[in-house]
Nanobody, 121 residues
Framework: VQLQASGGGLVQAGGSLRLSCTAS????????MGWFRQPPEKEREFVAL????????YYADSVKGRFTISRDNAKNTVSLQMNSLKPEDTAVYFC???????????????WGQGTQVTVSS
């Protein structure tokens, strides 16, 4: 599966952004989908995941209550709604697809190219 992320940009602290990721292929619904991010000069970290049918979600503590992950299997898309953004949310955000599920980078088999999110203070 090929993934294409979009929606990043520059926003002031307290603002919102919505990231989208579109997948190619006809097996999108068979993958757990996740979002990761990589802050400047730091390791890539888990942000959120959504189960194959969208019924279950899981978030990193740092974004819980502010970010919402969702998917539309009919449109082969997964989204990340980010509210109450903070400067520490600044990072390149990646969508990823997993055949197994999990929060580790190694759990994910396919990655999008990343989209930059910058939050100014």
């Amino acid at each position: 599966v090929q993934l294409q992320a979009s929606g990043g940009g520059l926003v002031q602290a307290g603002g919102s952004l919505r990231l989208s990721c579109t997948a190619s292929g006809r097996t999108f619904s068979s993958y757990v989908m996740g979002w990761f991010r990589q802050p400047p000069e730091k390791e890539r970290e888990f942000v959120a995941l959504v189960s194959r049918n969208g019924g279950l979600t899981y978030y990193a503590d740092s974004v819980k209550g502010r970010f919402t992950i969702s998917r539309d299997n009919a449109k082969n898309t997964v989204s990340l709604q980010m509210n109450s953004l903070k400067p520490e949310d600044t990072a390149v955000y990646f969508c990823a697809a997993s055949e197994r599920a999990g929060r580790g980078r190694s759990d994910y088999d396919y990655w999008g190219q990343g989209t930059q999110v910058t939050v100014s203070s």
